[in-house]
């Protein structure tokens, strides 16, 4: 109530309503989505901080002090940051610090347009001025009072924009870029072979693009249904950017991020999902006998370097203290180690990050946001090359669908990458190569507007007017009809066994244009793709569960027993009525422990077969004793939780909000839900990577046609109205129709708008 009258007296104070030069206006929508309008980018960023400092500047503040280097100082050295990397490994704060001084930009890209100088100086100005303005009671309780609350720089902006570019790549090794160090005796001299996964690789997306074939309006239409967090500093906030003449695009921001990352406009809509390139190189160095940190290069010693970095820290007494950490770098870049990485007297390591100097990522999405359709958005995408770590999507208002992986890697094909592999070591992510050849470097090519990276014209995309789909598979099954080949390694895989999400993703499709799913007709329209998502359907189980049932019945284990029991009542979906649907989901995961089990050979009768990918591998291999083992672990780790077999998943899975439980949909299966198992509680946060901002988008003669719903609400604050509203319509399966226009703004507009007056330079 306090920030609403504070926002009528803002708002009687800065009367007209219309974003006029020197102004710009916020109105809100249901479900707390502001509408930012300016008449330019600096207005508009300066809009934009203010209306998401109000909706969560504590996540704000939690984002800029990691991307800051400075965890440690306002939130102490001895507390860890889980959030910001994939798999919430913890990480202690002044760790972190040191990771991101050391590898994330401390200054503003070079060749930054007016337009994105603009946007950046107003939004740190605006959040700012909302920071400086906004009485204490008004700030929320997690963190009212807090050190982290400091302003920013336009600097900050850049850094958190930099540090983003490399979730996926640095953003995997921060702990193993402090540990690095000389070794001082032989202890770890000997190589673990075999592969190495630096965190689970839980970040994903599903995404369908469809054209004007398949469509029933003879128009695009596209679902966006990224897998991300729920909370912490890469949580998604909705909203609505508006420069007019120059940009109007509407969807979802990561916290932080000034410009909206899946969305649409008026005759565009868009979305990313994880690719599967190899982001990382990481070059094996060959160290000399009498000194650990020399390395050989091509026949020559190289000295490393040391680099010294200073951080301010706050002891658990609340004193602050200097803190410093050396790094030792290369040629390649910063060196690491790890279990299957050692710096030993013989071989050391370096990371070598191909997004580490992607400046042109803001840049990239400014021109998505504004392409009018996949034509101009291909064009942006091979011009800049900014897309850090994704997959695009798209479809637009004239019957066109495209997919593209045209992001940032290095520049390797495959007889480089077979030359120079270093044998018996994997790294999730990483290529692990040679680092005493100069010529195991990426190659350069003019073409590319830095040097070493992956050109456009050797990466994978296609447009089509059926459909196109991604489910963080590589590429290739990108539509099973036209499979994308004769691409680098360095991308992705090509024939080979593709995940469970890729396999339903082209099954759905062959169903719904065969009219055998039991939807009206045979076209997709937004209610199909809405329903298909949310029939929560699990191929996995309609291939696997009979064949599991019948092997029950030779086993004379007790826990497989009762495992079978309580699966014979599954209906192989992961609705909140779903019976069972939790002990599958265990049986998987024991099954193919840090895998899926399409890409299990192991498990199956009748192995992936190139040439029908969608249908194979399947058979459960129930000779395969694994498979009644992995039955038996899972029932033994619910018991052991005290979580019943029989139960409901709606009774098991659920997030609480204001002491309610709100069941959850989703699971094991397309529709992605990630929920933390609690011993004696259920399935529920922290939350890993799972449906979150899900979009559903078309045309028709008067624009975009959107659908929409963030599951995890648009605010973490539990005093705002905004804190599980949306989470109450995901578990419900309610979606909401997005207003676009300014008429449909304006008739949803649930309190005044805001008119800011943006101060003169």
Same mark, same amino acid.
Request: proline share 7%.
């Given at each position: 109530?306090?920030?609403?009258?504070?926002?009528?007296?803002?708002? &009687?104070?800065?009367?007209?309503?219309?974003?006029?030069?020197?102004?710009?206006?916020?109105?809100?929508?249901?479900?707390?989505?502001?509408?930012?309008?300016?008449?330019?980018?600096?207005?508009?960023?300066?809009?934009?901080?203010?209306?998401?400092?109000?909706?969560?500047?504590?996540?704000?503040?939690?984002? +800029?002090?990691?991307?800051?280097?400075?965890?440690? =100082?306002?939130?102490?050295?001895?507390?860890?940051?889980?959030?910001?990397? *994939?798999?919430?490994?913890?990480?202690?704060?002044?760790?972190?610090?040191?990771?991101?001084?050391?590898?994330?930009?401390?200054?503003?890209?070079?060749?930054?347009?007016?337009?994105?100088?603009?946007?950046?100086?107003?939004?740190?100005?605006?959040?700012?001025?909302?920071?400086?303005?906004?009485?204490?009671?008004?700030?929320?309780?997690?963190?009212?009072?807090?050190?982290?609350?400091?302003?920013?720089?336009?600097?900050?902006?850049?850094?958190?924009?930099?540090?983003?570019?490399?979730?996926?790549?640095?953003?995997?090794?921060?702990?193993?870029?402090?540990?690095?160090?000389?070794?001082?005796?032989?202890?770890?001299?000997?190589?673990?072979?075999?592969?190495?996964?630096?965190?689970?690789?839980?970040?994903?997306?599903?995404?369908?693009?469809?054209?004007?074939?398949?469509?029933?309006?003879?128009?695009?239409?596209?679902?966006?249904?990224?897998?991300? +967090?729920?909370?912490?500093?890469?949580?998604?906030?909705?909203?609505?950017?508006?420069?007019?003449?120059?940009? !109007?695009?509407?969807?979802?921001?990561?916290?932080?991020?000034?410009?909206?990352?899946?969305? +649409?406009?008026?005759?565009?809509?868009?979305?990313?999902?994880?690719?599967?390139?190899?982001?990382?190189?990481?070059?094996?160095?060959?160290?000399?006998?009498? @000194?650990?940190?020399?390395?050989?290069?091509?026949?020559?010693?190289?000295?490393?370097?040391?680099?010294?970095?200073?951080?301010?820290?706050?002891?658990?007494?609340?004193?602050?203290?200097?803190?410093?950490?050396?790094?030792?770098?290369?040629?390649?870049?910063?060196?690491?180690?790890?279990?299957?990485?050692?710096?030993?007297?013989?071989?050391?390591?370096?990371?070598? %990050?191909?997004?580490?100097?992607?400046?042109?990522?803001?840049?990239?999405?400014?021109?998505?946001?504004?392409?009018?359709?996949?034509?101009?958005?291909?064009?942006?995408? @091979?011009?800049?090359?900014?897309?850090?770590?994704?997959?695009?999507?798209?479809?637009?208002?004239?019957?066109?669908?495209?997919?593209?992986?045209?992001?940032?890697?290095?520049?390797?094909?495959?007889?480089?990458?077979?030359?120079?592999?270093?044998?018996?070591?994997?790294?999730?992510?990483?290529?692990? =190569?040679?680092?005493?050849?100069?010529?195991?470097?990426?190659?350069?090519?003019?073409?590319?507007?830095?040097?070493?990276?992956?050109?456009?014209?050797?990466?994978?995309?296609?447009?089509?007017? %059926?459909?196109?789909?991604? #489910?963080?598979?590589?590429?290739?099954?990108?539509?099973?009809?036209?499979? /994308?080949?004769?691409?680098? $390694?360095?991308?992705?895989?090509?024939?080979?066994?593709?995940?469970?999400?890729?396999?339903?993703?082209?099954?759905?499709?062959?169903?719904?244009?065969?009219?055998?799913?039991? =939807? $009206?007709?045979?076209?997709?329209?937004?209610?199909?793709?809405?329903?298909?998502?949310?029939?929560?359907?699990?191929?996995?189980?309609?291939?696997?569960?009979?064949? /599991?049932?019948?092997?029950?019945?030779?086993?004379? !284990?007790?826990?497989?027993?009762?495992? &079978?029991?309580? /699966?014979?009542?599954?209906?192989?979906?992961?609705? *909140?009525?779903?019976?069972?649907?939790?002990?599958?989901?265990?049986?998987?995961?024991?099954?193919?422990?840090?895998?899926?089990?399409?890409?299990?050979?192991?498990?199956?009768?009748?192995?992936?077969?190139?040439?029908?990918?969608?249908?194979?591998?399947?058979?459960?291999?129930?000779?395969?004793?694994?498979?009644?083992?992995?039955?038996?672990?899972?029932?033994?780790?619910?018991?052991?939780?005290?979580?019943?077999?029989?139960?409901?998943?709606?009774?098991?899975?659920?997030?609480?909000?204001?002491?309610?439980?709100?069941?959850?949909?989703?699971?094991?299966?397309? #529709?992605?839900?990630?929920?933390?198992?609690?011993?004696?509680?259920?399935?529920?946060?922290?939350?890993?990577? #799972?449906?979150?901002?899900?979009?559903?988008?078309?045309?028709?003669?008067?624009?975009?046609?959107?659908?929409?719903?963030?599951?995890?609400?648009?605010?973490?604050?539990?005093?705002?109205?905004?804190?599980? @509203?949306?989470?109450?319509?995901?578990?419900?399966?309610?979606?909401?129709?997005? $207003?676009?226009?300014?008429?449909?703004?304006?008739?949803?507009?649930?309190?005044?708008?805001?008119?800011?007056?943006?101060?003169?330079?």
């Amino acid at each position: 109530m306090k920030k609403l009258v504070r926002w009528l007296l803002l708002s &009687c104070a800065l009367v007209p309503a219309a974003a006029n030069a020197g102004t710009v206006s916020i109105t809100i929508t249901e479900h707390g989505i502001p509408h930012i309008n300016a008449s330019d980018f600096r207005g508009l960023g300066y809009g934009y901080a203010h209306a998401l400092a109000e909706n969560d500047i504590c996540g704000l503040a939690d984002t +800029f002090a990691t991307y800051d280097g400075a965890r440690a =100082l306002r939130f102490g050295e001895d507390k860890s940051d889980i959030q910001y990397i *994939l798999g919430r490994r913890p990480i202690n704060n002044a760790v972190s610090d040191f990771g991101m001084r050391l590898m994330v930009e401390q200054h503003a890209p070079r060749n930054l347009t007016p337009q994105l100088s603009a946007l950046v100086q107003g939004y740190a100005e605006g959040f700012n001025h909302y920071l400086a303005t906004t009485p204490a009671a008004d700030l929320p309780d997690a963190c009212r009072g807090s050190d982290a609350l400091k302003p920013i720089t336009q600097d900050t902006i850049h850094r958190r924009v930099n540090g983003f570019a490399m979730l996926l790549s640095s953003g995997l090794f921060l702990q193993d870029l402090y540990d690095a160090a000389p070794p001082t005796d032989e202890k770890h001299a000997v190589l673990e072979s075999g592969a190495y996964a630096q965190e689970p690789m839980l970040a994903g997306s599903n995404a369908y693009a469809f054209g004007k074939d398949t469509t029933d309006n003879g128009r695009g239409l596209l679902l966006g249904n990224p897998h991300f +967090f729920w909370d912490g500093p890469n949580r998604f906030t909705e909203l609505h950017l508006t420069v007019l003449g120059q940009y !109007d695009a509407m969807g979802m921001a990561v916290l932080g991020m000034p410009l909206i990352t899946v969305g +649409f406009n008026k005759s565009l809509a868009w979305s990313h999902t994880v690719s599967t390139d190899a982001r990382a190189s990481i070059y094996r160095l060959i160290l000399d006998p009498a @000194d650990p940190t020399r390395y050989l290069v091509d026949g020559k010693w190289v000295a490393m370097t040391r680099k010294h970095i200073e951080i301010q820290a706050r002891t658990k007494s609340g004193a602050i203290e200097k803190r410093s950490h050396d790094f030792y770098l290369t040629r390649y870049g910063p060196v690491l180690t790890n279990k299957a990485l050692p710096w030993t007297k013989q071989f050391a390591y370096a990371l070598a %990050d191909a997004n580490q100097k992607n400046g042109r990522s803001l840049q990239q999405w400014l021109e998505i946001g504004a392409a009018p359709n996949v034509t101009a958005l291909k064009a942006s995408l @091979d011009k800049n090359l900014g897309t850090p770590w994704l997959n695009t999507i798209a479809a637009d208002r004239d019957g066109n669908a495209f997919y593209g992986d045209i992001s940032v890697a290095p520049n390797f094909d495959a007889a480089k990458l077979a030359a120079c592999a270093v044998p018996g070591i994997t790294i999730a992510r990483a290529s692990v =190569l040679d680092g005493s050849r100069t010529d195991c470097t990426a190659t350069v090519d003019a073409s590319t507007p830095e040097p070493g990276l992956l050109p456009p014209a050797k990466r994978p995309s296609m447009t089509r007017t %059926d459909f196109v789909a991604n #489910s963080n598979a590589s590429y290739w099954l990108t539509n099973a009809s036209a499979p /994308l080949e004769g691409f680098s $390694p360095v991308i992705g895989a090509e024939r080979t066994a593709q995940n469970f999400r890729t396999r339903q993703g082209q099954v759905q499709v062959r169903d719904r244009l065969a009219g055998r799913d039991g =939807l $009206p007709g045979d076209r997709m329209s937004m209610q199909a793709v809405e329903k298909i998502l949310f029939s929560d359907r699990s191929l996995q189980g309609e291939l696997v569960l009979n064949d /599991l049932l019948a092997a029950c019945k030779g086993s004379n !284990d007790a826990n497989v027993q009762r495992g &079978c029991a309580a /699966l014979a009542k599954w209906d192989k979906r992961y609705a *909140l009525d779903s019976i069972a649907a939790h002990v599958f989901s265990e049986f998987t995961m024991a099954a193919a422990p840090g895998e899926d089990m399409g890409t299990t050979p192991s498990l199956w009768r009748v192995p992936f077969d190139p040439t029908d990918p969608v249908n194979t591998p399947r058979d459960l291999d129930t000779s395969n004793p694994a498979v009644l083992k992995a039955l038996a672990a899972a029932v033994e780790k619910l018991d052991k939780a005290g979580i019943p077999l029989d139960a409901k998943l709606g009774d098991v899975q659920f997030v609480v909000r204001h002491g309610e439980r709100i069941p959850l949909h989703g699971g094991a299966t397309y #529709s992605a839900l990630r929920a933390t198992l609690t011993p004696n509680v259920g399935y529920t946060e922290p939350m890993g990577p #799972s449906n979150s901002y899900i979009q559903v988008v078309t045309f028709d003669e008067n624009g975009p046609v959107a659908d929409a719903i963030l599951a995890s609400s648009q605010t973490p604050d539990p005093k705002s109205p905004f804190y599980a @509203d949306q989470t109450k319509s995901y578990s419900r399966g309610e979606w909401t129709r997005l $207003p676009f226009t300014p008429a449909a703004v304006a008739a949803q507009a649930i309190r005044p708008p805001l008119v800011l007056a943006v101060p003169s330079r």
